[in-house]
Antibody, heavy 123, light 108 residues
Framework: QVQLVQSGTAVKKPGSSVRVSCKAS????????ISWVRRAPGQGLEWMGA????????KYAQKLQDRVTITADESTRTAYMELSSLRSEDTAVYYC????????????????WGQGTTVSVSS | SSELTQDPAVSVALGQTVRITCQGD??????ASWYQQKPGQAPALVLY???NRPSGIPDRFSGSSSGNTASLTITGTQAEDEADYYC???????????FGGGTKLTVL
């Protein structure tokens, strides 16, 4: 089974960008679906978007599609999430998660999660 | 827009049965998946598909679905089941994954 390890805590200024990485080991990577999910303090889980590496295409939540970019590097088995124009409301723990089946309409079943990356946005 | 609705909070006595529900139009076409999240931990998949449990999830967790409503049932609830529970599904109108708002389960 795949294991996901994320990059460390990030502290950012409003208006800047952050890139979080998610490195996979074991299992399959290229044919899986990698989603990014965040949880802000006092809020619930929010799906940000996903990529199926072998397809090279990503889908994004409408609310974030102008600010988020998800990419994947098959050679290093690493997925990336970049969020731009950061604001205080983006302060959250960000998770990557791998779906059981790498098909778009089955991406909601995420059986492996990274450990989470705390992103704090403050002036 | 498509959304999934969950009760914000539910409580259950130790050893009793509790049902957590999730409502939304997308559930008429797609199965919900259910996640448990405890403080300071990543979410964990507890149920998916018609009624499938990942390896390691106790059989006291079960699921069902009817119309636009999916349910997660915990039979013989244990203290360690106290957590936030989230449903999600695929939304084929917007081609995105959607999450419910979450249900905080308190075990009394």
């Amino acid at each position: 089974q795949v294991q996901l390890v994320q990059s460390g805590t990030a502290v950012k200024k409003p208006g800047s960008s952050v890139r979080v990485s998610c490195k996979a080991s074991g299992g399959t990577f290229s044919t899986s679906g990698i989603s990014w999910v965040r949880r802000a303090p006092g809020q619930g889980l929010e799906w940000m978007g996903a990529i199926i590496p072998i397809l090279g295409t990503a889908k994004y939540a409408q609310k974030l599609q102008d600010r988020v970019t998800i990419t994947a590097d098959e050679s290093t088995r690493t997925a990336y999430m970049e969020l731009s124009s950061l604001r205080s409301e983006d302060t959250a723990v960000y998770y990557c998660a791998s779906a059981i089946v790498g098909e778009w309409d089955l991406l909601n079943t995420m059986d492996v999660w990274g450990q989470g990356t705390t992103v704090s946005v403050s002036s | 827009s498509s959304e999934l609705t969950q009760d914000p909070a539910v409580s259950v006595a130790l050893g009793q049965t509790v049902r957590i529900t999730c409502q939304g139009d997308s559930l008429r076409s797609y199965y919900a998946s259910w996640y448990q999240q405890k403080p300071g931990q990543a979410p964990a998949l507890v149920l998916y598909g018609k009624n499938n449990r990942p390896s390691g999830i106790p059989d006291r967790f079960s699921g069902s679905s009817s119309g636009n409503t999916a349910s997660l049932t915990i039979t013989g609830t244990q203290a360690e089941d106290e957590a936030d529970y989230y449903c999600n599904s695929w939304d084929n109108i917007n081609n995105v994954v959607i999450f419910g708002g979450g249900t905080k389960l308190t075990v009394l």
